[in-house]
């Protein structure tokens, strides 16, 4: 609903004008733009005659309707609804000069308004037979003075608007008023309703821009030329703690303390990215002119605080690029009730709530991911990425270009665009590198300072870039002993050597080995779709005397082995003894030799077969996911580090 509000200087005219406004809307066709909106009109009609009365008036609607000196003191009050003046046509003219000479005969006549009123009354004088002069005031105020001159030369009559009228009977001359029409009316409704679409479309447009900016996590400063402000957005508001009102249509200089920010905003440079210091906040500016055929007429500045751009890199880091890298297990999912084990959780627990680098040492197959996946999920940084690396896996040139990005150019068959670090990906989280004492001591250089000055280098560039992330290193190795002989850093050996957990191997709790057994075989059960699988007590008490070299690892990989081979659904001790590749280290007794004898015979074979099961699921995975590597382990159920040395171990390319 367009609302249309018409002053009347008299209640006559506001009769007339209800009136017209009815035909208007019965008869009148709808024009394009009140076509395409589809718009209803509510008409308001407020009676104003003297100056107070109009002062005091208070319209909401979209657009006015005025005529004369009512029209000039409603724009002197700045009035931010449009307003449509009435004209005043040359027939309106002659009807009220001709209503001077039938009641007061050839009596010379003064016409006195604003421009748009009386301009080029006296052109009616030679028609009329009228002896006419024409006195423009431009304030209600000089109304009064303007009568008085025209009485000083001579003139009887005053023809005018309502006030001209009543100030003129007061002062003694006769009065005429000039009044408006139908066909004035009629066309000032018409130019109203196109105002106000207009009107209406532009604060529409102008509220979306306001909404934009508003939410806008920039803050916008618009200038003109002599720096007087037009735009203040919401952030600008909350950064600055100034009001847009308090600010708009205000000199930069009076809203803002002197400070670099506002001799930035001063120069008429363009500046992107330049940063800068504001009540000890850091802000990040741009100020970019505005040219008008090739003038400057203006310019915008936007700014943002540093520490939010830092927060929503972090955000964007974790949903683009950190996809895949996420820490599976937790501390429930380690199985086992030994004291060595359960003194290892707890100490992993407390080490868990402190950012301090931590070394994880054990041998091959203790379950060193397994920790440090339990660390991360168990520590603050739960929500951010957990990266994985091995670094025995890759060679030297191109784990430094995993570990640390490159850009593009940076060496042949470099990616366009280059790219992101394993390091840049764990930003806000936990990078594991596992195996870590096989880096070469270049790369133990650059990994020092990552580990010192908390900021990566891509490789090709030159522009360092600050990560906030938390180092989980394993190892098999003595990397004490590695720093003594000059084959690992010294310095790097105590930057990582600062939290140490040491895992127990499998044949130190082997209390443990029954429970772990028991779950991987239900594990490999459920995948290879053979549930209700068990393994006989005899068959436990056998794995628990066998030598672990390859602690669980090993323990895991024997017990797939038993799921696959197994024709029931209970795993005995020959099947055990089968498929165990050092059955000398286990101690049987006389029957269990006797029973497990024909079954050694084939144990070669038990375990090429296995080999062979292996390797086809792994590529039928990788195939089915387009070798990536993230997601085949995913679908195996097994660390991205584990799928790593089964394709070594199976000559997988």
Not at 36 to 62: C, G, M, P, Q
Not at 110 to 127: L, R
Not at 201 to 214: N, P, S
Request: contains cysteine.
């Amino acid at each position: 609903m367009i609302k249309i509000t018409a002053i009347a200087p008299y209640q006559e005219f506001g009769d007339l004008f209800r009136d017209m406004f009815e035909k208007h809307e019965q008869y009148m066709h709808k024009t394009d733009y009140e076509a395409n909106e589809e718009s209803e009109y509510e008409l308001e009609v407020i009676v104003a005659t003297a100056d107070n009365a109009i002062n005091k008036v208070s319209v909401d609607s979209d657009v006015i309707v005025a005529r004369g000196a009512t029209a000039t003191i409603l724009r002197n009050k700045n009035c931010q609804i449009p307003i449509v003046e009435i004209p005043i046509p040359g027939h309106d003219i002659v009807r009220a000069l001709y209503e001077c000479k039938v009641k007061y005969g050839n009596k010379k006549i003064g016409a006195i308004g604003t421009v748009n009123m009386v301009m080029g009354v006296e052109d009616f004088s030679d028609i009329l037979g009228l002896d006419i002069k024409s006195y423009i005031f431009t304030d209600h105020d000089g109304i009064i003075d303007t009568i008085n001159l025209a009485v000083k030369e001579g003139v009887e009559i005053i023809m005018g608007g309502i006030n001209t009228c009543i100030f003129a009977e007061k002062l003694g001359p006769k009065a005429i008023l000039l009044k408006s029409g139908p066909e004035a009316i009629l066309y000032a409704i018409s130019e109203a309703k196109r105002v106000a679409n207009i009107s209406r479309r532009e604060q529409e447009k102008a509220l979306r821009f306001k909404t934009i900016l508003d939410y806008a996590y920039e803050g916008v400063i618009a200038i003109d030329d002599s720096n007087i402000i037009s735009v203040f957005n919401a952030s600008a508001e909350k950064i600055f703690s100034v009001q847009a009102q308090a600010a708009i249509g205000r000199c930069v200089n009076d809203i803002l303390p002197k400070s670099k920010f506002r001799d930035l905003i001063n120069t008429y440079k363009e500046y992107i990215g330049e940063i800068v210091r504001h009540n000890n906040v850091q802000l990040a500016v741009n100020r970019v002119p505005i040219m008008l055929k090739g003038e400057k007429v203006g310019a915008v500045i936007t700014f943002q605080d540093v520490t939010r751009i830092q927060e929503i890199e972090g955000k964007i880091r974790e949903k683009i690029y950190t996809r895949g890298h996420v820490a599976k297990h937790t501390f429930d999912d380690i199985i086992g009730r030994s004291s060595k084990l359960n003194e290892a959780i707890q100490t992993a627990k407390r080490f868990s709530q402190v950012d301090s680098n931590i070394l994880i040492v054990g041998e091959t197959g203790t379950g060193k991911e397994l920790f440090a996946q339990s660390i991360h999920n168990y520590s603050p940084r739960a929500q951010g990425p957990f990266v994985a690396v091995n670094c025995a896996a890759l060679p030297e040139n191109l784990l430094e270009s995993e570990l640390f990005g490159y850009v593009e150019g940076a060496f042949t068959g470099a990616a366009k665009g280059g790219k992101p670090g394993l390091f840049e990906l764990a930003h806000r989280g936990t990078i594991f590198l596992d195996e870590i004492s096989e880096i070469s001591l270049k790369l133990q250089g650059r990994l020092l300072r990552v580990l010192q000055e908390k900021e990566i280098m891509r490789l090709g560039h030159d522009r360092v870039i600050p990560v906030d992330v938390r180092i989980i290193a394993a190892t098999n190795k003595d990397l004490y002993t590695f720093s003594q002989k000059g084959e690992f850093r010294e310095d790097l050996y105590y930057r990582l050597d600062i939290l140490k957990i040491n895992l127990p191997a499998l044949k130190e709790r082997k209390e443990d080995i029954p429970l772990i057994a028991d779950s991987l075989v239900k594990k490999y059960g459920d995948q290879f779709k053979k549930t209700d699988m068990v393994v006989s007590e005899s068959a436990k008490k056998m794995m628990r005397e066998y030598n672990w070299s390859g602690n669980i690892r090993e323990l895991s990989n024997i017990c797939e082995r038993l799921v696959v081979l197994s024709r029931s659904n209970i795993i005995d001790v020959d099947e055990v003894k089968a498929v165990l590749p050092n059955r000398m280290s286990v101690k049987l007794t006389v029957e269990e030799e006797n029973v497990v004898s024909d079954a050694t015979l084939s144990n070669n074979h038990y375990i090429q077969e296995m080999k062979e099961f292996e390797k086809d699921r792994i590529k039928d995975a990788l195939a089915k996911v387009r070798y990536n590597k993230n997601k085949a382990a995913e679908l195996l159920g097994v660390s991205r580090t584990t799928l790593w040395r089964k394709m070594k171990e199976l000559n997988i390319r």
